[in-house]
């Protein structure tokens, strides 16, 4: 009885998430997949003009790979390539991921927590990647991995809320919309009908940065353990809760835009749930991961995409970056489960012949000062770097490395603006237009190759 009580508190919620989401299909445990995308009727799209400051644009790679991609089949629609957002929270420390081993600056400034010289991989005679990023090493050398160096935005705010909602929104200035810049690229391209499930989150509620009531956001936690309300041995409890629950939605007793979202496709979402039930069945493993929850999420976004649910972005964290004391051995360990969970990633796509579909793209709110401080540590800071991974990058460095003899206020200066990345993954990996989703155009950069 009380592992049936416990089952029956895996529910599957679906609604408004006030200010945080447009439509969240999320369950207490986990959620679900669905049917594949619909073909969107938007052409792809010509090069914009830019109207971006030269502090937007980066120069091509300052390292060539050693290798180029291996030749595959054909690239997927636009329609059928999926993005992975990776979010590192709490302020990477891009200084001591991507190191600048050649700038006796960056030791003079940090007797303590730098990385040793001699343990640097080097990228090139000046930059190297801290030695736990080993994993990442081969994946840059095969031409899968671009640094992206020195990205920020003017004005840099140093708050972990206000620095991150500038992320999610794209609106550095003034007040943020009422939507992400991801759900303003789901509001685009969505169509009633398609799968709820095309925007997926892990976690237990929608970030800002996927907001929109204008297509279904899906939070979920676990698919391993979704049974909605129903455990694996009562499977015949499952249709009867799922009417139950389709005739709430659809005659809501307040009407909201996402909640009418919700009650206009809920056949939709019906199926969908039924599908996420059957992923396990259709998915194995073909790379080993690391036993860590990071890695274990990170599996499953493998597991989704291989079981052809239809998502075309799915959402993810990394937390602990916040690293104000104590860092060398935190941000060491933070390091081994970022490379070691992203090579798993790629080698598993791979694997199932889905490394063409996926481009990960990995972000942190802010980085850290240059100096350390005296508990071994940083404090919150400005520019860093951005990871690019997929068959589909050119990869390599891009843009000069910040200059630690000229910084802003103890801080790196940023180079790159960040909308420049988040315009060429709209436009250039998923197809769509950028001006509407950005509120503006910003200098694509050449870390997309589909050759």
Sequence with gaps: MAQESN????????GAAGLAAGVAAACAAPARPGPAAA??????????????????IVSAPTTQPTQAAAPGPAWPSKEQRTLVVLQLSGGHDGLNAVVPYGD??????????AVPADQVIPLDQR???HPNLKSLKQLYDNGQLAILQGVGYPNPNR??????????????DGAPPDRGWLGAFMAEVYRA??????????????????????APVAAMQDTASFQFLAPARMPYVKDPLLKTFGQLYTQPARKTPALELVANNWSTVDKGVHVLGGLGQKYQAQAQYPGNPFAKTVQQVAQMIVSDVGTRVFYVQLGG??????????????????????AAFQADLEHHGRARQVLLMAFSEFGRRVAENGSQGTDHGAAGPMFVLGAGVKGGLYGEYPDLGKLDQGDLRFATDFRSVYATVIEDWLGAPSRDVLGGTFERLPFVALT
């Design 321 to 342: 970056f916040d690293t104000h004391s104590n860092e060398r051995p935190v941000h060491g360990n933070l390091m081994s489960q970022l490379a070691d969970t992203l």
């Design 7 to 14: 089952s029956r508190r895996d529910f599957l919620k679906l």
């Design 104 to 113: 006796g600056l960056y030791y003079q400034l940090r007797p303590q927590i």
């Design 193 to 214: 009908g398609d799968s709820p499930f095309q925007c997926v989150n892990f976690g237990t509620s929608i970030p800002a940065a996927l907001v929109t009531t204008d």
């Design 39 to 56: 073909p969107l009727d938007t052409p792809a799209p010509a090069s914009l003009a830019t109207e971006t400051p030269a502090a937007a």
């Design 159 to 172: 708050s972990h809320f206000r620095s991150m909602e500038i992320w999610h929104t794209a609106r550095p």
């Design 127 to 129: 930059v190297g990647f």
